[in-house]
């Protein structure tokens, strides 16, 4: 496995629609496994491939332990419904942080590593992040969507006061 370069904005294949995975070769094998060695050393809590600069349909999740990593090909979100507010960042975006709305919750179908797919309901923070890094996959960014601002030392207070 690899670290790789992380792609920062503004390089145009961040604002490009992604190519649906036609075949799990070994190259999108290995495109994972480095994607998620990345994800690890960047202390992100997702990655999009057009982020290390492949223009593919593949996002990688992982919240927190509990609910563990999700390896995602061609993935889309089929339902969604309600709405909140909260905080969010990027890696391709260092030191920009910013309250964006989402819907609360999704259901989204995507196909593993093997090929199998699978339909996963989410809600709140991990329906979220889904939300983010799939639109990454169409060229969004979050930075258009931004309702308020947050600059990096005042995330701690901006957590604190929202309970989180
Ligand atoms: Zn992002």
Known sequence: MAVLPIVKYPEPI???AAREVVEITDEILQLMDDMYETMVASDG???AAPQVNRSLRIALVEVDEE???FEMINPEIITASG???DVEGC???PEIYGTVERADN???RYFDRE???YEVEAEDYLARVFQHELEHLDGKLFTDKIIQKIQPEELETYMEE???
């Open 14 to 16: 961040l604002t490009k």
């Open 45 to 47: 809590i997702g990655i």
């Open 67 to 69: 609910t563990g990593l």
């Open 83 to 85: 709405k909140n507010v």
């Open 91 to 93: 890696l391709s975006f």
């Open 106 to 108: 999704i259901v989204i």
């Open 115 to 117: 090929g199998e797919a």
């Open 162 to 164: 929202n309970g989180e």
